[in-house]
Structures are given as structure tokens and as C-alpha cells.
């Protein structure tokens, strides 16, 4: 026998016919407790889905070899972050049919007067963090987010404003379908005011954005800094290139000064996180200032001193020492010790004894590494003219763990 599995849409109660043909015929119904009492009056064995799935899998799949027809309830569509794909997984296509339904998303849409075509979909079902909605908003003007009991509407209009991003607007849709349904449009600051119902589904609207665009290269001068202390550009373009981040890594920038670094690493993380550790006060603000006026979703700030603080953030594929080196090395070894097998770390050196300082750690690990000693220039007018301004050389040690 084949397992139907019904979208009960918005309104359980405004199903299609051939959906309720399905449903009156199940000998089994399968669902959550709301699904379920939706269905009271219903003759059929009544299963409750709980977490883990395992045990409810092996009921099914032992009440369908009984011959028994097998109804599972979802929540709008079975496919759209439902249990659907689940059952496909399960128990293969042959052996599911998918009955679909008007879906969360489509419905609040709908009620936003919004093409649904472009909108990007972020479930926060069960996660602990924010990475898969940080990407979504950095690159679509609108996000569907599917919340839980943690990702509320004000927790999630609260950790945009942390960042400083009150380019945001939310749309909350409360109870949609129901008789006590509700929504409406708000601001960050008023969003974290408020308390929804548990059954909510928000869209996530830009409305403008940050005073600079983020890309790699950031003119040192855009850059709020600690008297000018701002590591230049040309040589965080060869930083970067030498710290090699890709999509998904945890960077941790440490030392961070302005923060310029980190937020560059940013660019390239795509999903991944990057932690600017920073122990002065005024720079930490400095930090969080430019995370706000470059968009920076993914930096993460942590204000501490080094390197107790570190125990506390989640192991890095890449570490960044630019102010981080210090007179000592309990930072750097520190740092090496948490870095990911195959993760690379990275030290500007002015001085020659940090240079030497680093090179022999790696060389005491038994890891290998490259030196680049980088002199860059940049011109400025003189006379009429331009004459060249050199910087301060700095040498760039990159290690990387092996495996």
C-alpha cells in the first residue's frame, strides 16, 4: 500500500475535495497534537508524531504492512520543510503519495500583496544560530523565516538591531487561517516590543541598507578607528589572501583593532561566522560601529582579554593575529591549539622578534609555513603633483594544521 501524506493548507477546514476523500478514508491518521484534535471525531487509530522520529517511522511503516491505509497530516505543504521529505526518504516515492496545500510562505504573500517567486525561505526549526538567515538577507530583499519556540519574532527583530541593521522591517503572521488570525508590518525597535503567538510565520523586509557597501579592499579612511591604527588595505588584501576563508568557516580575527580585517574575511564566509576579539573598550565600539556601517551580519564581537575569553567560542577553520601576537605567546598557542585540523592561522608582523617569536612555534609543532614580507605605497599629492607614501613593511606568516 502506498502512505498519503495531506498538506491540510491554511484552513484545515477549507480542503479540497479529493484531499477530504483521503483523509475520511484513513484508517490510520498520523500528526501532531494540533493536526490530530483538528480530526477528533475521526474513527481511525489516531498516531502521535514526537520526537525522535525513529519509533513513529517504525509504526507506520508496521501498521501499513497490516494493510492498513495510513494518513499522515502536515502543517501547509508536506514538502515545503515538512515532514514530507522525511516519508520520501523513508520508505522511498514509490511508496508515499504527496497531497499538496497552500504553503506558509504563499500564504503570507498573499497577504502582503508580495510576488513569493524571489522571496528566500530560512527554517530556524531547532537551530542554535542565525548563519542560514544571515545569508538569506544579505543577498534577497525579502526573507521567509519559519520560527520556532527559540527564533521568535522579537528574538530574531532583536539580533538585527544588535547589529545595528534597522534597515529591516518585519511582517508577523499570526494564526493565519484561524478566526483570531492577525498581521501586520513593524519596526525592529517595535517588533521587540511585542508578543506573538507561537503559530506565526515572518517575512523579513529590507528597506534600504548600510552607509557602505562591503567588498574586500575597504578605504582605509571609511574605517572608524583607534587614532588612525587601521591595518592598510594592500595589506589586508594580501592578509586575506594568505588566511584563504571560504564559505561556511568560523574566522576568529583576534586582536581586532578596527575590526577591518574580520569584516573583509566576512565577504567570503558566505554562511560562516566570523569573531572579532577585541580587549579595549573603545575599539570594541569601534568595531561594532563598522560592522553596522558596512552591513557585517556575520561578525560576531566579543570583548575580553586574551586568551582566557577563547575557551568560549566554537573552534576556528581560520585565525587571524594582527594586534593579537602581544609580547607573550599564551595567545598564539592558545590559538593554534583550538584551530581545526587543516585550518590555517595567520600573524602580521611588524617586528622581527614577533616574526621569529611565530616562526618558531610553528617550526616546534611540526607545522608548515610561508613568510611574505609585503612594502606597499600609496600616492598623494605633492606640488602639483604625486609623490609615492610608503607604509610600514609587514611581514605575513601563514601555518596551516595538518591533518
Not at 501524506?5 to 483521503?22: F, I, Q
Request: hydrophobic share 45%.
Amino acid at each position: 500500500m502506498t502512505i498519503d501524506v495531506v498538506g491540510l493548507g491554511m484552513d484545515a477546514d477549507s480542503l479540497p475535495e479529493y484531499h477530504t476523500d483521503v483523509v475520511e478514508s484513513a484508517q490510520v491518521l498520523v500528526g501532531g497534537k494540533r493536526q490530530l484534535a483538528l480530526f477528533d471525531d475521526h474513527p481511525a487509530e489516531k498516531l502521535l508524531i514526537t520526537a525522535p522520529l525513529g519509533d513513529m517511522l517504525e509504526n507506520i511503516a508496521r501498521l501499513e504492512s497490516q494493510g492498513k491505509s495510513v494518513v499522515v497530516l502536515a502543517d501547509g505543504d508536506p514538502l515545503f520543510f515538512g515532514i514530507g521529505a522525511r516519508l520520501v526518504d523513508e520508505f522511498g516515492p514509490e511508496g508515499v503519495r504527496i497531497w499538496p496545500n497552500i504553503t506558509s510562505l504563499q500564504a503570507a504573500a498573499a497577504r502582503a500583496k508580495v510576488p513569493w517567486q524571489g522571496i528566500r525561505v530560512v527554517s530556524l526549526h531547532g537551530r542554535d544560530d542565525m548563519r542560514p538567515l544571515m545569508q538569506a538577507l544579505l543577498q534577497s530583499p525579502w526573507v521567509c523565516v519559519l520560527t520556532d519556540g527559540r527564533s521568535i519574532p522579537s528574538a530574531i527583530a532583536q539580533w538585527l538591531l544588535d547589529r545595528g541593521a534597522d534597515w529591516f522591517f518585519v511582517w508577523v503572521f499570526e494564526n493565519m487561517g484561524q478566526p483570531n488570525e492577525h498581521f501586520d508590518r513593524y519596526s525592529l525597535q517595535d517588533a521587540v516590543k511585542r508578543s506573538f503567538s507561537s503559530l506565526n510565520t515572518v517575512l523579513i523586509e529590507r528597506r534600504g541598507g548600510p552607509e557602505r557597501v562591503l567588498a574586500p579592499g575597504i578605504p582605509d579612511d571609511e574605517l572608524l578607528s583607534d587614532g588612525g591604527l587601521v591595518t592598510k588595505w594592500p595589506i589586508r588584501a594580501a592578509g586575506i589572501a594568505a588566511l584563504r576563508p571560504s564559505h561556511g568557516m568560523t574566522v576568529w580575527d583576534l586582536g581586532a583593532g578596527s575590526g577591518a580585517m574580520g569584516m573583509e574575511a566576512s565577504c567570503l564566509v558566505g554562511e560562516g561566522v566570523v569573531w572579532c576579539v577585541e580587549r579595549k573598550a573603545a575599539r570594541v565600539e569601534h568595531i561594532r560601529a563598522n560592522r553596522r556601517r558596512f552591513g557585517a551580519l556575520q561578525v560576531e564581537v566579543v570583548h575580553g582579554t586574551m586568551p582566557a575569553c577563547l575557551d568560549d567560542l566554537p573552534a576556528p577553520d581560520r585565525i587571524f593575529l594582527g594586534g593579537g601576537l602581544g609580547s607573550g605567546d599564551e595567545v598564539l598557542h592558545q590559538a593554534c591549539s583550538r584551530l581545526n585540523p587543516g585550518g590555517r592561522i595567520v600573524a602580521h608582523c611588524v617586528l622581527l622578534g614577533s616574526l621569529n617569536r611565530a616562526r618558531e612555534a610553528f617550526t616546534a609543532m611540526g607545522w608548515p609555513y610561508e613568510i611574505t614580507q609585503v612594502q606597499s605605497a600609496c600616492a598623494v599629492p605633492l606640488a602639483g603633483d604625486l609623490r609615492l607614501d610608503a607604509n610600514n613593511p609587514v611581514f605575513i606568516i601563514a601555518a596551516q594544521r595538518p591533518e
